[in-house]
C-alpha cells in the first residue's frame, strides 16, 4: 500500500527532505539491520519533486539523500513563479502539465496499491500555492479514486510576501474543491513551537533537560548532517505527515489509514480542514524525574498551544476528531481519556460520539508513546476570515492585480469567485456554530406501522 | 461435525485466532480423549504429518492483521492457519460500509467463494458456519455483508451463524451507527442468528472483573474467545445427551430462534477472573446459578453490580410496566454448564414461564447442555445464551444516534459514491425500528 508524495516549491521541497530524513530515522530504529525496509521503499520509489527554479532541487540532487531519488522524478524550470499564483498556476501549469502527469503515472505504476497522494506546499508563494494547485486538479482528473491530502503551509500575517494573501486565496478555492483532506498549518504556530522547545531546553531548570533526538523540532539521528534554517520548523511538519502514515508502515492493534481518515473526518466534501496537534513536545532527558503522565498528554493534544495553526478546537465546535496513538499505550488509557476529556469539548449535535481512533504499536523515535489529534473543527474560522481580511484589503485597492491579470488564463472573475467560495466557507462553518448555542433535542425517529 | 470460521476484517481476524487457541488449550488441557477428538474435529483439520491446521478462512481488504494472525499461530507451534486460507488485499476500505459492500465484496466475491468452499467440502460433515466480523468498520460490516450473502446463496440449507462485535458506544469509528445499521439490517435477513459481544461489556468485565490495569485489545479479544469457547465447545445436550453433540449450531438455533423476527442473541459466562484469582476461589452450582438467573432478569452482562431487587412480575402484565421497572424478558434461553459434578446442578429456576413471553409453548424456551470437562481452566463455569431484551437498549441508542446523523445528511457523499443511496438508509433504519419494536414489545 503506498503513497506518492508530491512536492511543490521551496517550502514543499524543503519540507518533504526532512519528512524523509526522519523517515529513515525511524525505520532505522526498528529495523537495526538496515534502513531500506518494505515499508519504507514504498515511499521513496513514489516521490515527484517539483520547483520552478533550481535552488532547492539541486541541493536535493547535491544532498545526503541524493541516492534516493533519480533526476526523472524532479521537475524543474529556471526563473520561479516570481511569488505569483497566476504564474505557477497558468502559465507553469499548461507547460509542465504533461510532464508532471506523466511522471505521477510513473511512480504510480510502481505501487502495488496506490492509496494517496500527499501533496505539499505553500499557500503564500507563487509555485507551490499556483502550480501545486494545478496539479491537484489534473491529479483529481487522472486519478478519480486516489484520496489527495494536501499538508498547506498558511502564511503568517507579517508574512514578507505581499501578494500572499491574494496566493493563498487563489490557492484555497481549489483545496476547497478539489482536496479530500487539507491539513493547515501556520507558520507563527511553528515558530511558537520551536520557542517554547528552544526556551524549555535552555532554562537549565534541574530536572528540564530535554531527551536527545526527542523534541519533534530535533533531526538528530537523521541521515542530513548540518542543520539548516527552517529545519526546526520542517521537522515538525515532517512529523505530523509521520505520525499519520505511522499505521500504513508499521503494526498496531488498531490500524487507522488514510483512507479511514479522509472517510471519518469529513462529513461534508467541503469541509475537510483538519487541524493538526502533536504531543509531546519532547521527552525529558532525566530517568528519575516521572515521565510526564500520559493523560497530560491528551490534554496538551487539545491545548492551542499545540496546534500547528493558530487555533483553539477546545473553545469552539468538533465536527469529528481522530486520535492516533502510538508506542506503549493500551487501549485503557485510549478510552479513559476518551471519557475524561469528552464533557470539557464541544461537538456538533449529530455527532456526539464523533472519534475515530488508532493504536500503533511503534512510538516515534527518543519516546515510548505520541498521540496525533486531528480535529475538524469550527476553529478554523477565525483565521480563514482573518486571510480573508487581508485578502479584501489589497483587492479593494486592486494592489498588484495587473501582476496576475496579465498572465494568460486569469481573469478577475478568478478572484472574485475565490473570494466568495472563502465566503461560502466560512458561513457553513458559521452556520454549524450557531447549532451549538441551540438546545439540542434529537429529532423524531421513523415511525413505523406495527 | 465440523464449523467453518470465516474471519472477517480486522476485528475477525484478531478474535478468530483467540478462538482457535482457546479451544486448543482447553482440549488439549482437559485430558479427556473424547473431548479433545470432538474439539478437535469440530475447529481443525489434520494434515498428513499431523499438524493441526484450523478450519477457517481470513479475509481482509488489507494485509497486515492477517500477516499478524498466520504468524503467530505458526509460531505457536501448536495448531497454524492453512497455506492458501486468506484472502487480501492492500488498501482496506476506509470504514466505509458502502464501499465493502459495494466494490470490494462483489469484485472478490469467486476468490473468497473458492476459499469457503474449500474449507466446507473438506468437512465430512458441515455443522455450520461461524462468520465472525465488527460492524463499526468497513470491512467487517461490509464486506462481511456480502459475503454472508453469497454463503447463503451457496449453502442454503446451512446453518449460518454471525458473530457481531459492536463497538464503543463512546465512539471508535465516527461513521459506526451507519455501518452498524446498513450491517445489522441487512444480516438479519441472511444470517440464522447473530451472536453479539459489546466491547463496553467486555472492557467492564476485564476492569472490574479480572483487574486489568491496562486492558489491551488482546484482553477484549481474550475474553470473547473465552466466552464464545464456552459455547462451541463439545457438550451433551437435549438430542445427544450422551455423546457430544455433532449439531451444535443446529440445536443451538432451534433452542433459541424460534421466529425468524427475533434472531439477537446476547451471551454471558460465570465466573469470570483473573488467572491469579482462579485458584482461590470454590463456586457452587447454586450459587453460579443463582447470580446467572438475576442477571438475565436484570440485564446485568457481568457477574457485578447486578441489581437484586428487579424481579420477575407474577402477572403477565403488559410489558411496558415490566420494561420500566428493569425486567428483561426472555424468548428462550440456553444455558451451558460445564465442569465439577455438573450433573448435580439444577437449573428449574430458568424454566419460570413467568421469565418468558407467554405466547411460546412453556417446553420450548429453556435448554440446558453440559459437560463435565471442565473449562479453560474454571473448575465450573456456566454460560447463557439468551434470546432477550437485553440488546434492546444499546441497539436503540445505535439506531438514534445513527438518524440523528442522518436526519443532518452527515457523511452521506461517502456512501453515495459508492452506490448506497439515502433510500437504502431509510430501508435500513425501517427494519430496525422493525425489529427495536418487537423486542420492545415481547
Known amino acids: ?450 | 461435525m465440523s464449523v467453518v470460521t470465516v474471519q472477517l476484517g480486522q476485528c475477525g481476524n484478531q478474535i478468530g485466532p483467540e478462538l482457535f487457541s482457546t479451544v486448543y488449550e482447553d482440549s488439549t488441557g482437559a485430558g479427556r480423549k473424547t473431548y479433545q477428538e470432538s474439539s478437535r474435529e469440530r475447529f481443525f483439520w489434520e494434515t498428513s504429518d499431523g499438524v493441526l491446521v484450523a478450519r477457517s478462512v481470513l479475509v481482509d481488504m488489507e494485509p497486515k492483521v492477517i500477516s499478524q494472525a498466520v504468524a503467530k499461530a505458526s509460531k505457536s507451534g501448536k495448531w497454524r492457519y492453512g497455506e492458501k486460507a486468506h484472502f487480501c488485499q492492500k488498501q482496506g476500505s476506509g470504514n466505509n460500509w458502502a464501499n465493502g459492500y459495494c466494490v470490494h465484496g462483489p469484485r472478490h466475491k469467486e476468490s473468497v467463494e473458492d476459499l469457503v468452499r474449500r474449507e466446507v467440502e473438506r468437512c465430512d460433515r458441515l455443522a455450520g458456519i461461524f462468520a465472525m466480523m465488527s460492524v463499526a468498520g468497513g470491512t467487517g460490516s461490509g464486506v462481511g455483508t456480502f459475503v454472508t450473502q453469497c454463503l447463503r446463496d451457496m449453502y442454503p440449507q446451512a446453518f449460518i451463524l454471525n458473530h457481531l462485535t459492536w463497538p464503543y458506544g463512546t465512539g471508535e469509528v465516527i461513521v459506526q451507527n451507519y455501518n452498524s445499521v446498513l450491517t445489522l439490517s441487512r444480516l438479519y435477513q441472511l444470517s440464522d442468528a447473530l451472536v453479539v459481544h459489546e466491547n463496553d461489556t467486555v472492557h467492564k468485565i476485564c476492569s472490574r472483573l479480572m483487574n486489568i490495569k491496562h486492558i489491551s485489545i488482546g484482553d477484549i479479544n481474550k475474553v470473547i474467545a473465552h466466552q464464545l469457547g464456552s459455547v462451541l465447545q463439545p457438550a451433551y445436550t437435549g438430542d445427544s445427551p450422551s455423546n457430544y453433540s455433532r449439531n451444535p449450531i443446529g440445536e443451538l438455533l432451534s433452542s433459541l430462534v424460534c421466529h425468524p423476527e427475533y434472531k439477537l442473541l446476547s451471551l454471558c459466562n460465570i465466573p469470570q477472573m483473573s488467572h491469579t484469582s482462579l485458584a482461590y476461589s470454590a463456586y457452587t452450582w447454586p450459587g453460579l446459578l443463582k447470580h446467572l438467573r438475576q442477571m438475565l432478569i436484570a440485564n446485568a452482562r457481568m457477574e457485578e453490580g447486578i441489581d437484586w431487587k428487579v424481579c420477575v412480575p407474577s402477572s403477565r402484565g403488559d410489558s411496558v410496566r415490566t420494561g420500566q421497572m428493569g425486567f428483561n424478558r426472555s424468548l428462550a434461553n440456553l444455558m451451558i454448564l460445564r465442569g465439577k459434578d455438573v450433573s448435580s446442578a439444577d437449573a428449574g429456576a430458568f424454566k419460570d414461564p413467568a421469565l418468558y413471553v407467554p405466547w411460546l409453548p412453556p417446553d420450548g424456551t429453556f435448554s440446558l447442555w453440559n459437560s463435565p470437562v471442565p473449562f479453560n481452566g474454571y473448575e465450573k463455569s456456566a454460560s447463557l445464551v439468551s434470546n432477550s431484551q437485553s440488546l434492546l437498549k444499546p441497539l436503540d441508542n445505535m439506531v438514534r444516534k445513527a438518524w440523528n446523523m442522518f436526519v443532518s445528511r452527515a457523511y452521506m457523499h461517502q456512501y453515495t459514491k459508492f452506490g448506497i443511496s439515502e433510500d437504502d438508509f431509510l430501508d435500513s433504519f425501517t427494519t430496525l425500528e422493525q425489529i427495536i419494536s418487537s423486542y420492545s414489545h415481547l
Open chain 1, 1 to 450: 500500500r503506498t503513497q506518492s508524495l508530491i512536492r511543490f516549491g521551496q517550502c514543499g521541497n524543503q519540507v518533504g527532505c526532512r519528512f524523509w530524513d526522519l523517515a529513515l530515522r525511524e525505520h532505522a530504529h526498528v529495523n537495526k539491520k538496515g534502513i531500506y525496509d518494505e515499508a519504507l521503499s514504498s515511499f521513496f520509489q513514489n516521490a515527484v519533486l517539483v520547483d520552478m527554479e533550481e535552488g532547492v532541487l539541486s541541493e536535493v540532487l547535491q544532498g545526503p539523500l541524493r541516492q534516493l531519488f533519480s533526476t526523472t522524478q524532479l521537475i524543474s524550470d529556471v526563473s520561479g513563479s516570481g511569488n505569483n499564483w497566476a504564474v505557477g498556476h497558468h502559465s507553469y501549469g499548461s507547460v509542465y502539465r504533461e510532464q508532471i502527469v506523466d511522471q505521477v503515472r510513473r511512480a504510480a505504476e510502481q505501487c502495488d496499491c496506490l492509496q494517496c497522494f500527499f501533496i505539499i506546499h505553500s499557500m503564500g508563494g507563487g509555485t507551490g500555492s499556483g502550480l501545486g494547485t494545478r496539479v491537484l486538479k489534473l491529479l483529481e482528473d487522472e486519478f478519480p479514486e486516489v484520496c489527495r491530502l494536501v499538508t498547506a503551509v498558511y502564511p503568517s500575517a507579517e508574512d514578507d510576501v505581499i501578494t500572499s494573501p491574494y496566493n493563498s486565496v487563489l490557492a484555497m478555492r481549489e483545496l476547497t474543491e478539489h482536496a479530500d483532506c487539507v491539513l493547515p498549518i501556520e507558520n507563527q504556530s511553528l515558530v511558537d513551537i520551536v520557542s517554547k522547545i528552544q526556551h524549555m531546553a535552555h532554562t537549565g531548570k534541574p530536572g528540564s533537560v530535554i531527551k536527545k533526538d526527542s523534541t519533534i523540532i530535533s533531526g538528530q539521528g537523521g541521515v542530513a548532517k548540518t542543520e539548516k534554517p527552517f529545519d526546526a520548523m520542517n521537522n515538525i511538519v515532517a512529523n505530523l505527515l509521520l505520525n499519520i502514515t505511522s499505521s500504513a508502515r508499521f503494526e498496531g492493534s488498531l490500524n487507522m489509514d488514510l483512507n479511514e481518515i479522509a472517510m471519518n473526518l469529513v462529513p461534508f466534501p467541503r469541509l475537510h480542514y483538519l487541524v493538526s496537534s502533536l504531543t509531546p513536545l519532547y521527552t525529558l532527558a532525566d530517568v528519575n524525574i516521572p515521565t510526564r503522565r500520559l493523560d497530560q498528554m491528551f490534554t496538551d493534544a487539545f491545548s492551542k498551544d499545540h496546534q500547528l495553526m493558530r487555533a483553539d478546537p477546545k473553545h469552539n465546535l468538533y465536527l469529528a476528531c481522530a486520535l492516533m496513538l502510538r508506542g506503549n499505550v493500551q487501549l485503557s488509557d485510549l478510552r479513559r481519556n476518551i471519557e475524561r476529556l469528552r464533557p470539557t469539548l464541544s461537538f456538533v449535535q449529530w455527532n456526539t460520539e464523533g472519534w475515530k481512533t488508532g493504536l500503533c504499536s511503534v512510538p516515534p523515535v527518543g519516546h515510548t508513546h505520541s498521540l496525533l489529534a486531528l480535529a475538524n473543527n469550527t476553529c478554523v474560522k477565525p483565521s480563514f476570515m482573518e486571510l480573508r481580511e487581508r485578502f479584501v484589503r489589497l483587492y479593494r485597492k486592486k494592489a498588484h492585480l495587473h501582476h496576475y491579470l496579465g498572465v494568460d488564463g486569469m481573469d478577475v472573475s478568478g478572484f472574485s469567485e475565490a473570494l466568495s467560495s472563502l465566503t461560502g466557507l466560512i458561513d457553513q462553518y458559521s452556520q454549524l456554530d450557531s447549532t451549538n448555542t441551540a438546545p439540542s433535542q434529537d429529532p423524531p425517529r421513523l415511525n413505523i406501522a406495527c
